[in-house]
């Protein structure tokens, strides 16, 4: 049996939904911004992204975000053209490059071109490179990867999203190699979490591990379609690591990080799994409406009818 194909970038599911995953999550400044540029108003993006001058996870939050409307390519343009020694126009312009070149829609060499350009202009600013790392993580080499997850850590050590991508790719090896307690995403994990302060949201990377190892696994045949009748998720190694993240949690919550609805959802998703049902609604009173398709998706699920489903039964309101 061939390995299984590698996930949609950033993660979207492979089968469509009926429902509408807004990237932007909770941050309610992103949306207004988001809406005018959708009108050509490129100047209020100019002003929420100026608010994140050294503020790297919430900068790659939101460039991501604006980068996979349909309009923000050519708007991103059109900024550049006005102010060509704008840092954040350049960034901007790169990203939505590169959703278009993960999309087919674009050449990657022009993606490759438009990060290195805006690197130029920023050389502190880790986003660049996380573009360069999301391009690569699906269409480059390993060596690729680990160079460029390289040059983000050195400017942000703790770049939630890049370490997210690092764990996908890393998953992917040894497709069919089943529940590997020693597989190599668990070791660097582990490690990226043990690095990391101890209120640091890479806590919960061990878990993002053992979500994107079953994907790997159930995309290969090795594990059931359905997350909830595998074992993948109650084993020792299983219960070790999701305890430890949901005990972090209830100490370490962080309401401010940006993406912390991501690792809402996976912790929900993981004790959904795993069967523990009042812990799981507590993490999904939190998560509210702001669900995301991973990885509520895997392995190849819808993923909002995946979603309401764990929602409802862990709420008790199935």
Same mark, same amino acid.
């Given at each position: 049996?061939?390995?299984?194909?590698?996930?949609?970038?950033?993660?979207? !599911?492979?089968?469509?939904?009926?429902?509408?995953?807004?990237?932007?999550?909770?941050? /309610?400044?992103?949306?207004?911004?988001?809406?005018?540029?959708?009108?050509?108003?490129?100047?209020?993006?100019?002003?929420?992204?100026?608010?994140?001058?050294?503020?790297?996870?919430?900068? !790659?939050?939101?460039?991501?975000?604006?980068?996979?409307?349909?309009?923000?390519?050519?708007?991103?343009?059109?900024?550049?053209?006005?102010?060509?020694?704008?840092?954040?126009?350049?960034?901007?312009?790169?990203?939505?490059?590169?959703?278009?070149?993960?999309? !087919?829609?674009?050449?990657?060499?022009?993606?490759?071109?438009?990060?290195?350009?805006?690197?130029?202009?920023?050389?502190?600013?880790?986003?660049?490179?996380?573009?360069?790392?999301?391009?690569?993580?699906?269409?480059?080499?390993?060596?690729?990867?680990?160079?460029?997850?390289d040059e983000v850590r050195h400017r942000h050590p703790e770049h939630?999203?890049?370490?997210?991508?690092m764990v996908a790719r890393l998953a992917e090896r040894r497709a069919?190699?089943?529940?590997?307690?020693?597989?190599?995403?668990?070791?660097?994990?582990?490690?990226?979490?043990?690095?990391?302060?101890?209120?640091?949201?890479?806590?919960?990377?061990?878990?993002? /591990?053992?979500?994107?190892?079953?994907?790997?696994?159930? !995309?290969?045949?090795?594990?059931?379609?359905?997350?909830?009748?595998?074992?993948?998720?109650?084993?020792?190694?299983?219960?070790?690591?999701?305890?430890?993240?949901?005990?972090? *949690?209830?100490? *370490?919550?962080?309401?401010? =990080?940006?993406?912390?609805?991501?690792?809402?959802?996976?912790?929900?998703?993981?004790?959904?799994?795993?069967?523990?049902?009042?812990?799981?609604?507590?993490?999904? =009173?939190?998560?509210?409406?702001?669900?995301?398709?991973?990885?509520?998706?895997?392995?190849?699920?819808?993923?909002?009818?995946?979603?309401?489903?764990?929602?409802?039964?862990?709420?008790?309101?199935?």
């Amino acid at each position: 049996m061939s390995p299984p194909p590698p996930p949609p970038p950033l993660g979207r !599911g492979r089968r469509g939904s009926a429902h509408a995953f807004d990237a932007a999550l909770d941050d /309610a400044e992103l949306v207004v911004a988001r809406s005018a540029l959708a009108q050509g108003r490129w100047t209020a993006v100019r002003s929420l992204l100026a608010l994140t001058a050294d503020d790297w996870d919430r900068r !790659g939050h939101r460039v991501t975000a604006l980068a996979q409307e349909s309009g923000t390519l050519a708007w991103a343009r059109d900024w550049q053209l006005a102010e060509p020694e704008s840092a954040d126009a350049s960034v901007l312009l790169a990203w939505a490059t590169v959703q278009r070149a993960l999309h !087919g829609k674009d050449r990657p060499e022009r993606a490759r071109e438009t990060c290195h350009a805006a690197a130029a202009l920023a050389p502190a600013d880790p986003t660049p490179w996380l573009g360069l790392l999301a391009l690569e993580r699906t269409l480059g080499d390993e060596a690729d990867v680990v160079r460029l997850f390289d040059e983000v850590r050195h400017r942000h050590p703790e770049h939630h999203q890049a370490h997210h991508l690092m764990v996908a790719r890393l998953a992917e090896r040894r497709a069919q190699a089943g529940q590997d307690p020693l597989h190599e995403v668990y070791d660097f994990a582990n490690w990226a979490a043990e690095q990391a302060p101890a209120d640091s949201p890479l806590a919960i990377l061990p878990v993002v /591990a053992h979500a994107e190892r079953y994907r790997v696994l159930a !995309g290969a045949g090795s594990e059931p379609a359905d997350p909830t009748a595998s074992g993948h998720w109650v084993g020792r190694r299983a219960r070790q690591v999701m305890k430890a993240a949901f005990d972090w *949690w209830l100490e *370490w919550e962080h309401d401010d =990080h940006p993406r912390r609805l991501v690792d809402l959802n996976f912790l929900a998703h993981a004790k959904s799994c795993e069967g523990r049902g009042a812990e799981a609604a507590a993490l999904f =009173h939190r998560i509210g409406p702001h669900a995301t398709p991973v990885p509520w998706s895997y392995p190849d699920r819808d993923p909002y009818k995946a979603f309401r489903a764990a929602r409802d039964s862990a709420l008790g309101t199935a």
